[in-house]
């Protein structure tokens, strides 16, 4: 017999299921070809937990010293990192259905092909994009549902001075240098969908460093008002999504 032919009367065991088995393959097939089900834009299906995202508008310090004064802008993004560490803790402590997006994955998904630092950072541009249905749309995609918009400004004032003296018998340095630090951070909740939410959320801290050297002995102690306005800021964040979240549950549906 040759190699390929079919034997007389067919293959045994198979002539007589001939239809059944083409059937279950053409049913395979037609499975296979089908088209997927649609995804969100950026290959990840929404969680039905909603997201919020925190964006650093502008940042803002003010140096003074010897009766001088230096104003400078500062880059936000490592605030911004920040303030997402303070509120992902926060979010940790609190019974919320609320989940952080991470600002860089938000503008890589959301705002595709903008530099970080060129991303809408102010309440007005996010009231024009708002209107955009692509925004909208790659915003869903995300369940991203709450911005934090912040602004903060720092301020130092440095005062004293440190002083050295020496002779042919030695030398030594004596005194004291101190800088008394401000942080104010005031952050705006806006509900896409909604636009802006309630009264600002403010939080401030301060606090004094100083070194000083006595003889050749350096001595010294940092304050932190950053860490503790950025803490006060994401619980009262926190609170104020909680506060709106369950104003929203209590109010009657409309007539």
């Known amino acids: 017999m040759r190699i390929g032919a079919v034997p007389p009367g067919g293959w045994p065991g ?5 239809p059944l088995v ?14 997927a089900a649609p995804r969100p834009a950026g ?17 803002v310090a ?11 802008a500062v880059d936000p993004l490592p605030l911004e990192r920040r303030l997402q560490a303070c509120l992902e803790r926060e979010l940790g402590r609190a019974a919320l259905p609320l989940r952080l997006i991470d600002a860089d994955d938000y503008r890589r998904r959301v705002l595709p ?17 708002a209107t955009d249905p692509g925004f909208r749309a790659r915003a869903g995609a995300i369940g991203l ?16 001075g440190i002083g050295c003296f020496g002779g042919y018998g030695g030398g030594f340095c004596l005194g004291l240098v101190t800088w008394d630090k401000t942080m104010r951070l005031r952050a705006q909740l806006v509900e896409l969908g909604a636009g802006a939410s309630g009264a600002p959320v403010t939080a ?14 350096p001595l010294g102690m940092p ?16 609170a104020a999504i909680a506060a709106g979240r369950a104003a929203d549950a209590v109010r009657p549906p409309p007539e």
């Not at 003010?62 to 400078?72: F, K, S």
């Not at 092909?113 to 994009?129: E, I, K, N, Q």
Request: hydrophobic share 50%; charged share 25%; proline share 5%.
């Open 62 to 72: 003010i140096d003074r010293a010897e009766g001088r004064e230096w104003i400078r």
């Open 22 to 35: 083409l059937a279950v393959l053409l049913a395979a097939g037609a499975a296979g070809c089908a088209p």
């Open 145 to 160: 549902r709450y911005v934090v918009l912040v602004s903060a400004r720092e301020e130092q004032a440095e005062e004293g």
């Open 113 to 129: 092909g903008l530099d970080a630092r060129d991303a809408p950072r102010t309440l007005p541009s996010f009231r024009v994009l």
């Open 43 to 59: 290959g990840r299906a929404a969680s039905p937990v909603p997201g919020m995202v925190v964006v650093v508008g502008e940042h």
């Open 204 to 217: 401030g801290a301060g606090g004094r460093s100083w070194f000083a050297v006595a003889l050749l002995i």
């Open 14 to 18: 198979v002539t007589g299921r001939l």
């Open 223 to 238: 304050a932190a008002p950053v860490g503790r306005a950025c803490d006060d800021l994401a619980r009262g964040v926190v």
